[in-house]
C-alpha cells in the first residue's frame, strides 16, 4: 500500500521543466559506469525519470511536510539532485568517498545546491574501528 497515491502521469518527465529531464535522461544513463550496456542503460534512464516523476507529484501534491530530501546511499547523486531541482534542501550520504566526489562533480555540472556527505550508513560492530 503506497504511501501516497500518485496520479497516472507521475511517471512522465516533461521536457518543459528545464535541466532535471536532461539530467534524469542523458548524463545520469552516462555516469551509470561503462559496466552498464544497452538495456541496462535505457533502464537506468527510466528509473531516474520515474523517480523525477514521484519526487514532482510529491512536491505537487501539498502532502510533506518539510523541503528536506535525504537520500540514504546517494551514490552518484542523481536523485538528490532532481529534488534539489524542484526546490527541496537536498542532502545524499554515501558510504563511498569515490561516488561522494562523482555526485558533487554532477551537482557542479548542473549547477545544483547538493550537500553530499561520506558517512557510513551501518553502524559498526563492537570492537570495530572507523
Known amino acids: 500500500m503506497p504511501l501516497l497515491d500518485l ?7 516533461p521536457a518543459a ?3 532535471a529531464p536532461l ?20 533502464s537506468w534512464a527510466a528509473t531516474f525519470v520515474a523517480v523525477y516523476g514521484a519526487l514532482r ?12 530530501f535525504c537520500e540514504w546511499g546517494s551514490g ?3 536523485v538528490a539532485c532532481l ?13 563511498e568517498a569515490d561516488l561522494v566526489r562523482a555526485a558533487r562533480r554532477l551537482a557542479w555540472d548542473f549547477d545544483v545546491e547538493v550537500e553530499f ?4 550508513l551501518l553502524p559498526l560492530r563492537r570492537g570495530k574501528q572507523a
Open 7 to 13: 496520479p497516472p502521469d507521475a511517471r512522465r518527465c
Open 17 to 19: 521543466r528545464g535541466r
Open 23 to 42: 539530467l534524469a535522461r542523458g548524463r545520469a544513463a552516462q555516469s551509470a559506469g561503462s559496466s552498464t550496456r544497452g538495456t541496462c542503460r535505457r
Open 57 to 68: 507529484a510529491l512536491e505537487e501534491s501539498g502532502e510533506l511536510g518539510g523541503r528536506w
Open 76 to 78: 552518484l547523486g542523481v
Open 83 to 95: 529534488a534539489s531541482m524542484l526546490g527541496f534542501d537536498a542532502w545524499g550520504i554515501e558510504a
Open 117 to 120: 556527505v561520506a558517512r557510513q
